[in-house]
């Protein structure tokens, strides 16, 4: 496999002569490389359609290029079918402690906050919509038909989701990045990139904010200057537990998109482990504040 690729890759029109090429390590969803082409350096993205994860290549690249052009993201150099070239940032990827920092959740506020209002702006074709709750609906269909060993446990799920999508209530609709892990930020010494747009579509303002708050550990502190700073406005107990709401909604769909990939994906990670910590995360997330949800649902 990776000798195809490899020989895919030698083979572009954009290089200058021969090149060198290496594996970068982490992707979940796509197998990628770094290469050297005389003086300069790129990044090479290579991957299939997962529609069993609502992730297609099409809209990925149409983001990708709207990203470019908001500023958010490098530039794009070549695409292909399932791959796609673009300059290489050299600079640190960031982890969960990086984006808690003070000084960079300002910095990471501002992708967001372009990404949502500014990327509407260039993106150009069909654009799918990221609704998590549609997500897990699918993600719980498709694990009842594949009887999966969590099966026992699809229904109790299925009533929590209810509950949560009432909770959230009425939402409106921006353009999100929808996987807000800290490695998807990059610092370059200079500026924060925003990279990777698997599951990027038109989707609630609130899901990218508690996206972020939940794959990095933000504390209750931090959660509140979020939705201060991003609304602008004081934060009411709505807004509050309409937050809380989607976070737990976030883990949800975190355990199921780890559960699916037990049974689908052939790349070497250990998805039960995964899945096991992400179960544990949401029924705390979801123990804590089931009352508040309750209260919030009956009074949208």
């Not at 299925?158 to 610092?187: Q, S, T």
Request: charged content about 25%; proline content about 5%.
């Amino acid at each position: 496999m990776i000798s195809r690729l490899t020989d895919r890759i030698e083979s572009l029109p954009c290089w200058s002569g021969r090149i060198e090429w290496s594996p970068i390590e982490g992707g979940i969803t796509n197998q990628n490389f770094k290469v050297i082409d005389g003086e300069r350096q790129y990044f090479v993205r290579t991957g299939v359609d997962i529609p069993v994860h609502g992730v297609m290549r099409f809209n990925e690249l149409a983001a990708a290029r709207a990203a470019e052009q908001t500023g958010l993201s490098p530039h794009i150099v070549l695409s292909e079918p399932g791959l796609m070239v673009c300059d290489f940032v050299d600079g640190r990827t960031f982890e969960a402690q990086d984006v808690r920092e003070p000084g960079n959740l300002p910095r990471i506020l501002d992708l967001i906050r372009r990404c949502h209002l500014e990327m509407p702006l260039h993106f150009r074709g069909p654009a799918l919509i990221f609704w998590v709750f549609h997500v897990i609906r699918d993600y719980l269909g498709e694990l009842d038909a594949r009887k999966s060993r969590y099966r026992d446990q699809l229904p109790e799920l299925a009533e929590k989701a209810i509950l949560l999508e009432a909770a959230v209530g009425p939402v409106r609709i921006v353009f999100g990045h929808n996987d807000l892990l800290p490695a998807n930020f990059i610092d370059d010494g200079t500026r924060l990139w925003l990279i990777d747009w698997d599951y990027a579509g038109f989707n609630s303002p609130l899901f990218d904010l508690a996206n972020l708050a939940s794959n990095n550990g933000l504390q209750p502190e931090q959660e509140h200057w979020l939705l201060e700073a991003y609304f602008g406005t004081p934060v009411t107990e709505q807004l509050a537990m309409s937050f809380k709401a989607m976070k737990s909604a976030s883990l949800l769909r975190e355990t199921l998109w780890s559960m699916v990939s037990e049974i689908h994906s052939t790349l070497d990670f250990d998805y039960a482990e995964y899945t096991a910590e992400n179960m544990s995360r949401f029924e705390a997330a979801y123990e804590k504040d089931k009352e508040g949800f309750f209260e919030r649902a009956g009074n949208p």
